[in-house]
Nanobody
Framework: QVQLVESGGGLVQSGGSLRLSCAAS????????MSWYRQAPGKQRELVAV???????NYADSVKGRFTISSDNAKNTVYLQMNNLKPEDSAAYYC??????????WGQGTQVTVSS
């Protein structure tokens, strides 16, 4: 079983930055994608950013140009650098890993709150 542990959330003012980390408990064999999702109260969980095994990245339109997803395979860690944060970015952020052999994994989430 693989555990994903997010960290780096917190309270920041509008325009500020945070970097989220997602550490896997061990190397995830046959991983296809690593992603960040977020869910605000009363809203559906939405995809924020994804990075594939070939390092292709994709972003939600709402975060393009502000957020950057990256990975450090040696550390089994994925990052989400969030700049120019807005109040509408406030949500619980979840890490997700999809593999070709053992399905998908989710972290427990980390809260991001952006004050105006």
């Amino acid at each position: 079983q693989v555990q994903l542990v997010e960290s780096g959330g917190g309270l920041v003012q509008s325009g500020g930055s945070l970097r989220l980390s997602c550490a896997a408990s061990r190397s995830i064999f046959s991983v296809l994608t690593m992603s960040w999702y977020r869910q605000a109260p009363g809203k559906q969980r939405e995809l924020v950013a994804v990075i594939t095994v070939s390092n292709t990245t994709n972003y939600a339109d709402s975060v393009k140009g502000r957020f950057t997803i990256s990975s450090d395979n040696a550390k089994n860690t994925v990052y989400l650098q969030m700049n120019n944060l807005k109040p509408e970015d406030s949500a619980a952020y979840y890490c997700n890993a999809v593999t070709a052999t053992t399905g998908a994994y989710w972290g427990q989430g980390t809260q991001v709150t952006v004050s105006s």
